[in-house]
């Protein structure tokens, strides 16, 4: 039976809200607790100035035991319509708003009974129903390298103690299933075995775990589980891989139906359970799941408490579709739901399932049933990660061996001579593929070290391949943070995922453009573990290309640019917008267009005007730049002679060009050699350059060959500036205060008649509050508005265009509309945007430029875009 389809719209962060109730209750919640519940909390509590755990894992852990104890262990969706209808243990509980971003928090809004509010709780509670198991399922997110691996067995010693003490309780684990997504992870789970316990432990309490706990870790695909049946405080870690059902999809012959052992086939309970009530058996569906001995002797097990690491695997692409409802479930989680469904029959059960992951979002969604985050930002600014210095290359992707001179070389200057608790630092470099390594990054990392007089006996290969990887390889690799690993330079292929805790990496190298976008982001945090008392910085060289997808997946998954990191800590608070009235409303026209190409013939000699490229952006730019504000350069030189460009012929610069053209090579070299510059100064030019052949000449002769003609449609619209709120009388925006522009303020009062339509304007940088000042003084301005405040569908006034690097179509909301004083009464407008001077050439900026001029100009506006340096400096239009 198909799950109901929800409104995507709805975006609730319930963690948020109760992390308040916590905070707003906490004397009377601990006093709720059990005895020893409240000892183990208090011998973690960071003011404790010898406890071990970090703040984020003792708030996490705070979090666990509020859902165990207090909530009773109920299902999340339980525990929202309680916490909403102020029912059971949420009695009396402070108003709280609810909004459909989210955005409101715990700053005050009002919480009423009127029927929109009602609606939108409803959707929030169907949301987080909808993707309800069983048994009670929590998802912890913490940002890596703060100790999501030492908090989950934290969590399962607390467990352990809780269920010896009330063996009858059904709240508590009496075993506990690990599951890691791959072997990377699942080597880094060793840590639950070797863990000093006595640091999160009370003394007394240490010797009894001990004694009783016992560790069950499959590493291996044969290995066996031989935990004995009904026993206790067992831990079984494992690769997914070595428990997960798997489907039978092959059709089975005959004799295979006749000699089957049906012993290792099992009909799915979870995935029948539809059925039973309808046909009163299990129907024979394709849901045949292959079975081992692994999962069968789990299910054998008593109250079994089950631990997901990187968590974001277990709930399938696009988060169902986001939210659509996609009918389909992981194998994962399939295998969990299984487990739960043999356990019950058995009459025991699955206590919970706890996901640990390092974002609560997945594709931009909020995961539903997060009940604890603390994010990149936070991390980095409470140093418990390392700071970051990211250097980005233009015009790199061919050059590998020149990248990594100037990658080595920078390291080497910054790290040479140096240990960090006794370990020597490492750099890592990312090849896509294992031939990429073989024949292009090891050859090319063995000459510069030769250059540099570093022994190459410090590289280190792992690929996963036998023929470049030997067991001594991976020895070294499991030991790089020891004192005696002498290797320092890392050689990799696919190990930027998550698992691989080396926290003497101080330096990442990537610039060539992974298959996966994702791995941008886990490379490059693969150095900023933290190593030592003293907050180090992490060297991160990546390609310009590399950089601007590292931005777009910080905001995917964790919805930060590389600036907002930058941000963290600052005196940003939340500011309630509303909007002045009347609405304004502004007149435009919608272009919608129809392009077809077409052949034509070339009737004369071919000019390329080759005197017209600007040579200038073919050169390599090398800049640095900081972290803490990355739109400002610390250093800017000329770096065009690390290029290594291909060495055309005649012959191999006309396949191409006829590759790409799906020409004829006789017609193009006949183009060619006839061209007003010929043959031999075009191949010079190519030469110097490649890219001029893909950006200029490639394009220059297909002008020539095909024309394509454009047909247009133009009607007129009126949109609404901003649109009412659809939840309560205000938007909610977190700002700084001094980016702040209110309509109360005695600096702005005087303007009201010339600007805002919303009571507070909200600004991005200091290069927009900068020229609003400036536009509100110029007399030739008769109005202002600030329109790039709200860019999430709260107003009309947007702009779309197609993205050049992911070629889809997005929305772009401008971030002033000016209206200019007419001495004939008619209506002029100035769109106006305001962009870093280094984001003036980006093609994203471009693009946007483009569409925004094509709809200006259709609707008798005009379109400008002001560098951020020209708004400081006071200049205006």
Known sequence: MAKKKISNEIEFPFYVYLRAFYNQERKKILLSYNTLSRKFLN???????????RKPQFEALEIYIFLKEFCENKHLHQIFEEWYNKEGKFQNRPDAGISKTGQASIFGPLETANSDEKKVFKAVFDQIKLFAQSYPNFIFALTMGLGKTVLMATSIFYEFLLANKFPKSEQYCHNALVFAPDKTVLQSLKEILTFDKSKVIPPEYVNWLETNLKFYFLDESGDALNAIEQSQFNIVISNTQKIILKKQHAEKTPSQELFEDYSKTYKAKSLNKDFEDLYGFDINTEQDLITNQRFAKLTRLTQLGIYVDEAHHVFGSQLAADFGLKNTATSL??????????????????????????????????????????????????????????????????????????????????????????????????????????????????????????????????????????????????????????????????????????????????????KSKIFVLQATMRCLRQIGDVQETGLVFLSKENLAILNDELKENFRLSVDDLTDAGDNSEVVEVRLVPPPIKIKLKRVSKLH???????????????????????????????????????????????????????????????????????????????????????????????????????????????TI?????????????????????????????????????????????????????????????????????????????????????????????????????????????????????????????????????????????????????????????????????????
């Open 43 to 53: 011998f973690n509590d960071p003011d404790n100035p010898t406890t071990f755990l």
């Open 596 to 706: 077809q190409l077409k052949a034509k013939a070339l009737k004369s000699a071919l000019d390329l005007d080759l005197k017209s490229i600007e040579l200038e952006k073919y050169k390599t730019i090398r800049t640095d730049r900081n972290i803490t504000n990355l739109s400002k350069k610390i250093g800017e030189r000329d770096f065009t002679h690390i290029q290594e460009n291909r060495d055309y012929s005649d012959l191999t610069l006309i396949a191409e060009i006829s590759r790409y053209l799906n020409e004829s090579p006789l017609r193009i070299d006949q183009i060619l050699e006839t061209s007003n510059e010929g043959l031999e100064a075009i191949l010079k030019l190519v030469n110097e350059h490649n890219e001029i052949l893909y950006d200029w000449i490639i394009p220059k002769l297909f002008g020539e060959l095909y």
């Open 709 to 877: 003609e454009e047909y247009s449609k133009v009607e007129p619209i009126e949109i609404e500036l901003v649109k009412e709120p659809k939840d309560g009388d205000c938007y909610r925006v977190k700002a700084k205060k001094e980016l702040t522009a209110s309509l109360t303020d005695a600096a702005y009062s005087g303007f009201k008649d010339k600007s805002f339509h919303l009571d507070n304007y909200c600004f991005d940088s200091n290069p927009e509050s900068r020229i609003f000042w400036t536009l509100l003084q110029d007399e030739k301005i008769e109005k202002v508005w600030f329109t790039g405040m709200f860019t999430h569908g709260q107003s009309d006034f947007v702009i779309n265009y197609i993205d050049p690097e992911l070629h889809t179509v997005r929305s772009y909301y401008p971030d002033f509309l000016v209206k200019l004083k007419s001495s004939d009464g008619t209506d002029e407008y100035l769109i106006l945007e305001v962009k870093g001077d280094n984001m003036i050439d980006d093609s994203v900026v471009k693009a946007k430029s483009e569409y925004a001029t094509q709809l200006a100009g259709a609707s008798g506006m005009k379109y400008r875009i002001i560098k951020g340096s020209e708004a400081m400096a006071g200049k205006g239009i």
């Open 333 to 514: 989680r399939v295998t969990i739901n299984e487990l739960a469904a043999n356990l019950r029959e058995a009459g025991t059960l699955v206590v919970g399932c706890y996901n640990y992951t390092g974002t609560p979002y997945v594709g931009n969604r909020l995961l539903p049933e997060v009940v604890y985050a603390y994010g990149l930002t936070d991390a980095i600014n409470n140093r418990y990660l390392k700071k970051v210095k990211i250097s980005d290359f233009s015009n790199v992707k061919k050059q590998t061996r020149a990248f990594i001179r100037t990658a080595i070389g920078e390291f080497w200057e910054a790290c040479n001579g140096k240990r960090y608790e006794s370990c020597l630092p490492k750099m890592a470099f990312f090849a896509s593929s294992i031939e990429e390594l073989e024949k292009e990054l090891r050859p090319a990392v063995e000459d510069v070290l030769l250059e540099l007089n570093i022994s190459t006996n410090k590289i280190l290969v792992n690929v996963g391949d036998p023929k470049l990887t030997s067991n001594d390889d991976l020895r070294e690799f499991k030991n790089l943070d020891t004192p005696g690993s002498e290797k320092q330079f890392i050689l990799l292929v696919n190990k930027g995922k998550e698992g691989w805790n080396c926290r003497s990496l101080f330096a990442v190298g990537l610039h060539r453009e992974p």
